[in-house]
């Protein structure tokens, strides 16, 4: 469903040398889903190096939708996998660093430096419809796994996972993980949550170090608090990195 509504929001296109077939019918075996854009057999369908049958949809079903077969076609660097997609009406029109494929008015393909959008999002989720890929190898297919969410409780697929949060909760996260980075903590001793006496000596004391890591305990498990870490990294990323952490 996804997928669907983010490939008519860049106006149905249609990946070259996956043109619907009529001899096909859906569902699709990727998402599940029926699309009013066709079908193609799914020998053409799924990139020949596809090997995550476990997360088919309808693994039994001989055809790939159009919307599937678009966002999972293309080479590096002509391919949505080297982004990380949102969708919310309304997003296509909002500010990047980087200038990425044109997915219409309510989609946005985003990149390092423009992922505080991300952060901005899962922190305060709109009440209409949204959805959210994000990527970082470049080397996975994301989007056609991802999931369309409906209020302040989501999940939001990153790379190979899903992670599952709700907005307070990730605000707290994303607050506690702030801090830490303004204070001075190396990214891997945050994703560890575990340092060493000479940097609680040199990031302002034990006090700061533990409140907040016992946020990352508690509230950042399930790959939420290694998301939290991501965005806030990847956001500052050609960026004031103060600006962007002092605004949590």
């Known amino acids: 469903m996804l997928t669907q509504l983010i490939w008519e929001s860049a106006g149905g296109p249609i990946a070259k040398g996956r043109e619907p077939s009529p001899e096909v019918e859906g569902p699709c075996m990727i998402c599940g889903s029926c699309c009013d854009g066709g079908y193609v057999p799914r020998k053409i369908g799924l990139p020949a190096s596809f090997t995550n049958y476990d997360m088919l949809k309808a693994p039994a079903a001989p055809a790939v939708c159009v919307a599937c077969a678009w966002a999972m076609a293309g080479k590096p660097p002509d391919t949505l996998r080297m982004w990380s997609i949102v969708y919310l009406p309304g997003i296509g029109e909002a500010p990047c660093v980087h200038q990425g494929p044109d997915l219409g008015l309510h989609a946005i393909a985003l990149r390092a430096g423009d992922l505080v959008h991300v952060l901005r999002l899962l ?83 034990v006090l700061i170090w533990h409140d907040n890591v016992l946020i990352l305990k508690t509230k950042g498990r399930g790959g939420v608090g290694t998301l939290a870490l991501f965005l806030l990294g990847q956001s500052a990323r050609g960026a004031n990195k103060k600006e962007i952490w002092n605004e949590w």
């Open 123 to 205: 922190c305060n989720p709109p009440s209409q419809p949204w959805g959210c890929a994000i990527a970082d190898s470049g080397k996975l297919h994301v989007l056609p796994y991802a999931r369309l969410n409906n209020g302040t409780r989501w999940t939001v697929r990153f790379e190979a996972v899903d992670v599952s949060s709700d907005a307070s909760t990730f605000r707290e996260v994303v607050a506690a993980t702030a801090a830490l980075l303004r204070a001075g903590y190396p990214r891997s001793h945050i994703a560890a949550c575990d340092t060493n006496p000479a940097m609680l000596n040199k990031c302002g004391g």
